[in-house]
């Protein structure tokens, strides 16, 4: 009896044996931006403002995610275990993530991360688990993320975005792209700050 | 309370009858047409400014068709690459001919983990194979976490839009259904509220899950990459908390490298909630130690695929990335809503997708036919679909089967029957005394039984005059 794996690579087989070989694809749209490095940062900053997240440019990251845990009110807070020291401010209880269960990271007020890189077009930050940017779930279950941003990693466009990224997915490691707080538009197609990730977003880009 | 005490499978179970049929009870709803169009006007508003600001836009709809065509051209190597290089991350490759298959594999990869319950994630390909209903069947409760799959699923309803499967409620209707079914009685229908008292309602479910179950927007051969787009978090939350995490994909969703996504992750957003990026995308490729399930499922899902596949006018339909803007500038849609259409699929990719994928014979059979053909699905397709063009293909199989019914059959009688002057005159002579008990007001109002008033009723038939023309040119008083 021939196994539905089989059967599928069969019945594909056959349903394309009329079919002329593969047509190209040309890239021919935008492989990259041609703003400068100010031009990138500064639409950065708009598009993710955008989504009603908060959009801090600092040049000491450090005080600026302390009064950003402050003005959240955010006390106990997760951190990865290699954040760097810079962005550990005092007078917070900072929790290290190594392997606290999820009823743990619920518990939490927020968690402070880095990302690997961003993009500029669709004000976008993505976190692959390099260096102080923790497993998935710390930046998921508490409902404050404040993410630092190093200025020289946002790229302009998608693309760019995309290529930067290929070396992590190829290690297989996990990524996440997020685009300002959680939300919906369930209901009634109205975009609501909201539901299930992070309800609030705090940007900090490093200059 | 407990989602076992909900009974979904109740209001689904109504027989489903044709488009024409069901399309007359929804345009009588005026609440859900008012709802539809609210909601369908400013998301097209949205999509036209989030795409008017791409100076690159057609090149990238080009590319996304040809990256497409390329895929379903070479779909058996791409496929193979896919399960290869997610066999070498850690996950498990599964293959299913139809949703049987399907359904059998899921709900026994639950058993094995003992699990009572599964958090799932929106999916159109598990609606299609109707999983949910094959859990409860063997005692498994799935719990929908998209807010929009929950409202649904609380008023036990079937999706209404690919998207935003509760486009048909607005918020004062939700309100009343939380107030009633999450013992919220203290609810109002501000909507931050509505999506608040469903975070608290799911927050436990996805904190204690240990099996969840997703759909996949994009699936890359080369790194073995799947990829989840979506809103809320919750898509977040089920492909990284549990420990196993279940994905069921049509075969169609393969894409043949990560580098694609630069193209679709521009495409998708801006053309299905209209904008410029989704608040979340989740790519995980196998498992990872120490980030997320320790166990990972891919189930690659024919049914009727291939069947699409094999008809070269109709394989475009497997471009299809699902974002649903055929559906909201569809002016057939905007009247009668999703449900008119039976299926998972609604609107005009519906149309082409469902009788394709769901079998040609029942209800959708119907479904081309739900169109005006006037091309604004086309207009926005973000993968050059010809929608229009494969609808007339459609109907024109729909024709060529129904040559072999009753239409066919009753056609070559007549055209017996009018092929002289005598025939044709005695035919109307019969046809008025025929019609008398169905006649009213010039217009045929009363079909009878069966398959000539199936005909009958999706069509306006004037009554046959009480006298011909001919009749009255014979029978005039002034001479020839
Ligand atoms: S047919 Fe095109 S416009 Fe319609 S849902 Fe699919 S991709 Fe989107």
Redesign the pocket.
């Given at each position: 009896m021939t196994s539905p794996r089989e059967a599928i690579l069969a019945r594909v087989r056959a349903s394309l044996a009329d079919t002329p070989s593969a047509v190209a694809v040309s890239r021919t749209y935008r492989l990259r931006g041609e703003r400068d490095r100010a031009g990138v940062i500064e639409l950065f900053v708009e598009r993710v403002r955008a989504y009603e997240a908060t959009v801090v440019v600092a040049d000491d990251p450090g005080a600026a995610v302390a009064s950003a845990l402050e003005a959240a009110g955010a006390r106990r807070v997760g951190i990865a275990p290699d954040l760097d020291r810079r962005l550990r401010p005092p007078g917070v209880e900072l929790i290290e993530d190594q392997g606290l269960d999820s009823r743990d990271l619920d518990g939490l007020d927020g968690a402070v991360t880095t990302c690997a890189s961003a993009c500029a077009e669709t004000g976008t930050i993505a976190i692959d688990g390099g260096p102080g940017q923790g497993r998935r779930a710390l930046s998921l279950v508490p409902d404050l993320h404040v993410c630092v941003v190093r200025a020289e990693a946002i790229v302009e466009t998608v693309p760019e975005l995309i290529a930067a990224l290929e070396p992590s997915a190829r290690e297989g490691r996990p990524i996440v792209l997020v685009s300002g707080p959680s939300a919906t538009s369930d209901i009634e197609l109205t975009r609501v700050e909201g539901v299930h990730g992070p309800r609030r977003l705090v940007v900090i880009v490093a200059t | 309370m407990t989602h076992s005490s909900l009974d979904p499978a109740a209001a689904r179970d109504a027989r489903p009858e044709s488009f024409p049929h069901a399309a007359t009870g929804a345009l009588a709803n005026h609440q859900v047409r008012a709802n539809i169009r609210h909601a369908t006007t400013s998301i097209r508003r949205k999509r036209a400014g989030v795409v008017a600001e791409v100076p690159d836009w057609e090149l990238l709809r080009a590319a996304g068709a040809a990256i497409k065509d390329e895929t379903l051209a070479s779909l058996d190597a791409v496929l193979i690459e896919l399960e290869a290089s997610i066999q070498a991350a850690g996950g498990t490759v599964h293959w299913a001919r139809d949703a049987a298959e399907a359904n059998e594999i899921v709900v026994g990869l639950v058993r094995a983990e003992g699990a009572e319950e599964v958090v799932k994630v929106k999916s159109l390909a598990t609606d299609e194979i109707r999983l949910n209903e094959a859990l409860e069947g063997a005692g498994i409760r799935p719990i929908e976490t998209d807010l929009a799959e929950l409202i649904v699923q609380l008023a036990g309803e079937r999706p209404s839009h690919?998207l935003v499967p509760a486009i048909h409620k607005n918020r004062v209707e939700i309100r009343d259904l939380f107030r009633e079914r999450l013992g919220r009685p203290d609810l109002s229908d501000d909507p931050t509220e509505l999506a608040e008292a469903a975070r608290l309602h799911l927050r436990e479910a996805f904190l204690r899950a240990r099996v969840a179950i997703s759909g996949a927007n994009f699936a890359a051969a080369d790194t073995g990459t799947i990829c989840v787009v979506e809103s809320e978090g919750n898509g977040r939350m089920c492909t990284t908390l549990p420990d196993v995490l279940i994905t069921v994909m049509g075969i169609e969703k393969a894409i043949p490298r990560f580098r694609d996504l630069e193209v679709f992750l521009q495409l998708l957003p801006r053309?299905?909630t209209g904008e410029r990026m989704n608040p979340y995308t989740s790519l995980w490729t196998g498992v990872c130690e120490g980030d997320g399930p320790h166990a990972f499922h891919l189930v690659l899902l024919d049914a009727g695929r291939t069947r699409v596949l094999a008809d070269p006018a109709g394989r475009p339909?497997l471009?299809?990335?699902?974002?649903?803007?055929?559906?909201n500038v569809c002016p057939v849609y905007r009247q009668t809503g999703g449900h008119a259409y039976h299926s998972p699929y609604a609107?005009?990719?519906g149309a082409i997708l469902a009788p394709q994928l769901l079998g040609e014979e029942g209800a959708v059979a119907s479904l081309p036919f739900a169109s005006s053909l006037c091309g604004a699905?086309y207009d926005?397709?973000?993968?050059l679909?010809d929608?229009p063009s494969i609808l007339v293909h459609e109907r024109g199989k729909a024709v060529a089967r129904e040559r072999s019914g009753i239409e066919g059959r009753s056609l070559k009688v007549l055209g017996k029957a009018f092929a002289t002057r005598a025939g044709y005159e005695r035919a109307q002579r019969l046809g008025r005394k025929l019609q008398r008990p169905l006649a009213r007001d010039g217009w045929i109002a009363h079909f009878p039984p069966g398959p000539l008033g199936a005909w009958g009723r999706s069509r306006d038939l004037p009554a046959l005059p009480a006298q011909t023309f001919r009749e009255w040119w014979e029978s005039r008083d002034e001479p020839a």
């Open positions: - | 690919l053309s299905s339909a471009r299809c990335i699902r974002c649903s803007a055929c559906i609107g005009p990719i699905c926005v397709c973000p993968v679909i929608i």
